[in-house]
């Protein structure tokens, strides 16, 4: 199958997903997570496709029966690397990375910005045009969106730490590949190891893909609590999405609220 209808194909089988058409593509897809889901081992999203999806759809559903919103793999407080740092990961990515194509086009590498010692980490997919001219995530129309989500919630960027799946700027904003994703994903699981936040907010599919390992469509377990490694993670819409469907920025701010809830946070005073 060439690239096009392959995206195609997997754009519909998402699609399909999103509507639970299901069982009859579903041994093709990744497993749903489950409490006896293997924890070892990465089963990176395969809906890598060419062009970025919307990364959510206008509207949330229940999670589907059996759907566990728990992802038991080593945790974050017990199996972090030994004396690992923030600093060491940047410096193990190296400022001139080449182990994925991303490289070829990109300018800046992404690492991530903001508080070591964040209680919430943002996790979108891979910078855009502006992130990769300034070197830093969510700083273009999307970021300036987050930025005010941010502050809704009572905090400043510098309070949090953001950062993307993957460190370089996929061409023409499309989405993240699966060999870049396996490539670049174990630093942002370095950095989740280093920070040890309290709560995880992934922005869209591909983050929530990325760490929950599935390939279910956001729309199934957007707005749920998982406890991932230790942490807590919830997904929510990405800010891009959100200039596109305005009518979703209820959702995500009951999101943001659950996650406000947690941290024991209260809405920014106007
Ligand atoms: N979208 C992302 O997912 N990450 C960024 O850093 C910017 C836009």
Redesign the pocket.
């Known amino acids: 199958m060439d690239h096009t209808n392959r995206s195609r194909a997997e754009a519909w089988l998402r699609y399909a997903d999103d509507l639970h058409l299901g069982p009859f593509y579903r041994d093709r897809v990744g497993q749903p997570i489950t409490e006896s889901a293997p924890t070892e081992t990465v089963s990176l999203p395969a809906a890598a496709s060419a062009s970025r999806p919307d990364p959510g759809p206008a509207s949330a559903r229940k999670p589907a029966a059996g759907f566990v919103p728990q992802v038991t793999g080593p945790s974050l407080f017990e199996e972090r690397i030994e004396g690992d740092t923030l600093d060491r990961i940047r410096t193990d990515i190296g400022p001139n990375c080449t182990r994925c194509k991303l490289h070829k086009s990109r300018t800046n590498i992404?690492f991530g910005v903001g508080n070591p010692k964040a209680q919430l980490v943002f996790v979108?997919?891979?910078?855009?045009h502006d992130?990769d001219v300034q070197g830093e995530?969510?700083v273009?129309r999307?970021?300036k969106l987050l930025t005010q989500m941010i502050e809704a919630m009572g905090l400043r960027r510098e309070d949090i730490y953001i950062c993307?799946v993957v460190k370089c700027r996929p061409p023409e904003n499309r989405l993240p590949e699966r060999d870049e994703i396996a490539t670049c994903s174990p630093y942002l699981l370095r950095q989740l190891g280093v920070i040890r936040p309290k709560v995880i907010c992934c922005?869209?599919a591909c983050s929530a893909q990325t760490l929950l390992e599935t390939n279910q469509g956001i729309s199934r377990f957007r707005g749920e609590w998982f406890d991932w490694r230790g942490a807590k993670l919830i997904a929510t819409y990405?800010p891009?999405y959100l200039l596109r469907n305005p009518n979703a920025k209820g959702e995500v701010w009951k999101d943001l609220q659950k996650v406000m809830a947690v941290l024991g946070l209260q809405p920014r005073r106007r």
């Not at 979108?124 to 855009?128: L, S, Y």
């Open positions: 992404v979108g997919e891979g910078p855009g992130e995530p969510f273009g999307a970021g993307n922005l869209g990405h891009a």
